[in-house]
């Protein structure tokens, strides 16, 4: 049976109300996408986790069914990347990235991104409000991802002009996205030349240089994962730091237990993910076999769509899930994936979030929200939870 697709206006305001009553509904749904075309979504957290790290569902495009699923076109160079892949092609380039990503490059950070935060602040301080979107959560990971590939700093604004143009396009700027795509075909090439000439002290310069028994990265290797470090490691960080201070300005007992305790960030990130994390939708799965999906079968080449957003939701998992609580210990939410594919930036995440969430509070004790709630506006895309914008007063 197939099910109509919840308005896109209903996915962008009220995902969660929408995915729901989906999930009270049943464990997979046949859909009729936005695009007309059919995908399988699979809503409830046992079936989202098992299926996030099974085999059978793979990545690569190679075994989607002709006609079946349209999807963004990227250049190979930019399609050749870890979100497109399964082992092992995969589990070759993940281990490469792993030997120049470690999370102690990632702890090593911390000072910098502590930095940047308090500049970001000292900018508003004296104001009493400003736009956190545009202001902190967006400037703070596009510094930071920068910072780690060794983008120079005349770039930094383009690089946040193309993300945007890619996970929310303007419906007034058709070829946004294409112009963007070209900028990075043109950009990546000779920033990694440029490393390769000059190496320094960045995670570029360590993938160029990086070797396993004599493997190494091809250029187009490199040039993709350039691309989605950057797009990802930006875009997952600006709407979870977004995300996370609208749930406490909503919960101002949450606020407050956090603000007395900062000791609680790091409990209170892994919520902020569950609660409203930046994915809505994992990337899509092409069965390479027929699958059981709470009992249904879903014939192989098709696409299947897993909902992150509605499987953090799940009461057979979570109690009181559409509650926010700082000091939840359930554990195990899946914003950021599961298995092999599970986000390997995922660290870095986690210490923007926390940094940015304790010095905003520190700063600013009284923080408000600076506009009715129904005012806010979220950015048009069914895939990525972000808001446009967040006024707040302090």
Not at 36 to 45: A, E
Not at 200 to 212: A, H
Not at 346 to 363: D, F, G, K
Request: glycine share 6%; proline share 8%.
């Amino acid at each position: 049976m197939s099910t109509a697709f919840p308005a896109l206006s209903a996915l962008v305001d009220d995902p969660h109300t929408a995915y729901a009553i989906l999930r009270e509904a049943g464990p997979v749904h046949r859909i009729t996408g936005p695009d007309g075309l059919p995908v399988w979504l699979v809503t409830r957290y046992a079936d989202v986790r098992r299926l996030l790290a099974d085999p059978r569902l793979s990545l690569d495009k190679a075994h989607r069914l002709p006609g079946n699923y349209r999807g963004f076109s990227l250049p190979a160079a930019l399609d050749a990347n870890l979100l497109n892949m399964d082992p092992p092609d995969h589990t070759r380039i993940r281990r490469l990235v792993t030997k120049a990503f470690t999370p102690g490059r990632v702890e090593q950070m911390r000072p910098d991104v502590q930095l940047l935060a308090d500049q970001l602040l000292d900018a508003v301080a004296d104001r009493g409000h400003a736009d956190l979107v545009a202001e902190f959560a967006a400037p703070l990971p596009i510094a930071v991802i920068c910072d780690l590939l060794g983008v120079p700093q005349d770039s930094r604004r383009d690089f946040r002009a193309w993300t945007d143009a890619l996970v929310a396009p303007d419906p007034e700027r058709p070829d946004a996205a294409k112009l963007a795509v070209a900028a990075m075909m043109a950009y990546f090439p000779q920033l990694i030349a440029d490393k390769r000439g000059t190496p320094g002290n960045d995670l570029l310069s360590g993938l160029i240089d990086v070797r396993d028994d004599g493997d190494r990265l091809t250029e187009d290797e490199l040039t993709s994962l350039a691309f989605l470090i950057l797009f990802a490691g930006y875009e997952n960080t600006v709407q979870l730091i977004g995300t996370a201070v609208l749930a406490l300005l909503d919960h101002p007992e949450q606020l407050a237990a956090l603000r007395d305790d900062p000791a609680k960030v790091e409990g209170a990130v892994e919520e902020f993910a569950r609660y409203d994390g930046p994915a809505l939708l994992a990337i899509r799965r092409f069965p390479v076999e027929d699958v059981e999906i709470g009992g249904t079968t879903i014939p192989a080449g098709e696409t299947v769509m897993l909902s992150l957003a509605s499987a953090n939701r799940d009461p057979a998992r979570f109690p009181a899930p559409d509650r926010l609580d700082v000091d939840r210990r359930d554990g195990g939410h899946l914003a950021l994936g599961h298995g092999i594919h599970y986000c390997v930036g995922a660290p870095l995440a986690r210490l923007e979030t926390q940094i940015a969430v304790s010095t905003l509070l520190r700063r600013f004790p009284h923080l408000k929200l600076a506009a009715a709630r129904d005012e806010l506006r979220w950015r048009p895309s069914m895939r990525a939870r972000g808001l446009v914008a967040l006024p707040v007063s302090f």
